[in-house]
């Protein structure tokens, strides 16, 4: 394994290691550099009974769309990919490495060569890590006035995952998007579009459980992290989103899909929403829509200047072309606690909680929440339309709002 700060590791003969240089990689970024990348991975994948490491050395790598596929032999291996940032130099005296030059993995801008809806494709790899402090550029802003183009880079079934440490700039859609991955650790990674770059989601989740996102930066032109349908035990600690669209669970219950959607035992600690936020912490469904959100948690959380810290929106509609279903039966929300929150907004509705029937939302909590609007000339108040539940210590007052 090599890492940025042992040399012993990088010497472990225990380790098998392959340097996508040794297999015709240029690094130049004008090269592309594609098929080397497949030829290294190809090999790392053939080890057997042990951890493989992928290096991804000093340099700036071109790569057109490339999907790097599993199950390895054996498929229980666990394939760890190094993308180091900074050229790896010994100290003289502890035979140690210090970090000096950046590096990067940047996409083509060629749009002709994205028809398989992916840049970067890890499928069905067990164990993946993929770590460093390296930049993966997506190079998307050609796409972004058209609304076309595909996530940057994307997993699925990649059980057991690790993403530490790398820094995602631009891409023509989402960041990154997790499907059917049943245990990811992401931690301590930083994303970055600017805010008016359209779909720019930072982490799409799917399908997916036991997932935690750590000690990041996310700044987008949408979601910060989107939570979607048959997702459970979320955990999403230390996160600063800003700016974008919050941490969304949903849209949920599409009439349309006829599906039965879920998510559940969600839970947003020590977060920071600020900039330009359009929303902070939202539920968003579908009007009529079928399904359940149950067990989600959000505590100590920091607003600052966001226009609609705190959402349930039961009558999503994009484009506003739904039929009205008000009454007509929703998904249900449950067990949905908010503690200790506090800030500003650039509105007045801080607290805005939708519900489409009055039996839909139930056991909704608030509880030691202050939030105020950053606009002297506005005063903070709280929407609610059915929900049952309760508020204490809550500024503004939610308490006609709310039934119990």
């Given amino acids: 394994m090599v890492t940025l700060s042992s040399f012993s590791s990088t010497t472990n003969a225990s380790s098998p290691y392959f340097d996508v240089m040794n297999y015709g990689a240029v690094g130049d970024g004008k090269t592309d550099d594609s098929q080397a990348f497949l030829k290294a991975w190809n090999e790392t994948c053939k080890v057997q009974q042990q951890r493989a490491t992928l290096n991804i050395p000093a340099k700036t790598f071109l790569l057109n769309p490339i999907q790097f596929l599993g199950p390895c032999v054996p498929t229980s291996i666990n394939v760890q990919v190094v993308v180091p940032t900074k050229a790896l130099m010994p100290t003289m005296n502890l035979g140690h490495f210090i970090t ?23 499928s069905y790899v067990k164990g993946l890590t993929l770590t460093g402090s390296g930049t993966i550029d997506g190079q998307g802003a050609g796409s972004w006035q058209e609304r076309r183009g595909v996530a940057a880079l994307k997993f699925y079934t990649c059980p057991n995952l690790v993403l530490q440490g790398l820094t995602h700039i631009n891409p023509q859609k989402a960041h990154i998007i997790l499907t059917k991955c049943d245990g990811a650790n992401i931690n301590n990674i930083t994303k970055s579009a600017p805010e008016a770059a359209p ?6 989740i799917a399908s997916s459980n036991h997932v935690q996102i750590r000690n990041s930066k996310i700044g987008t032109g949408d979601d910060c992290i989107a939570i979607s349908a048959r ?24 009439p349309g899909s006829g599906d039965f959607d ?143």
């Fill in 231 to 254: 997702c459970s035990f979320i955990n999403i600690t230390g996160v600063t989103c800003g700016p974008g669209h919050g941490i969304s669970i949903g849209s949920l219950g599409d």
């Fill in 100 to 122: 000096r030059v950046a590096a990067k993995i940047i996409a083509s801008t060629n749009k002709s060569l994205f028809s398989n809806n992916h840049w970067l494709l890890f």
């Fill in 262 to 404: 879920t998510v559940s035992e969600v839970h947003v600690r020590s977060c920071n929403f600020t900039g330009r936020n359009t929303t902070g912490v939202r539920i968003k469904t579908w009007q009529g829509g079928e399904g359940e959100v149950k067990k989600i948690t959000y505590e100590d959380i920091m607003f600052d200047n966001v226009h609609y810290p705190i959402v349930i929106d039961q009558f999503y509609c994009p484009n506003n072309a739904c039929k009205n279903h008000t009454g007509t039966g929703s998904l249900a929300i449950s067990d949905v606690l908010y503690t200790r929150i506090t800030g500003t907004s650039s509105g007045d509705e801080v607290i805005s909680l939708n519900c489409g029937t009055r039996n839909s939302c139930n056991n909704i909590v608030l509880d030691d929440i202050h939030l105020k609007s950053s606009d002297p000339t506005k005063t903070a108040y709280a929407h609610c339309l059915n929900v049952n539940g309760r508020a204490s210590n809550v500024e503004p007052s939610a308490d006609q709002c709310m039934h119990s």
């Fill in 199 to 204: 779909n720019t989601d930072g982490i799409d």
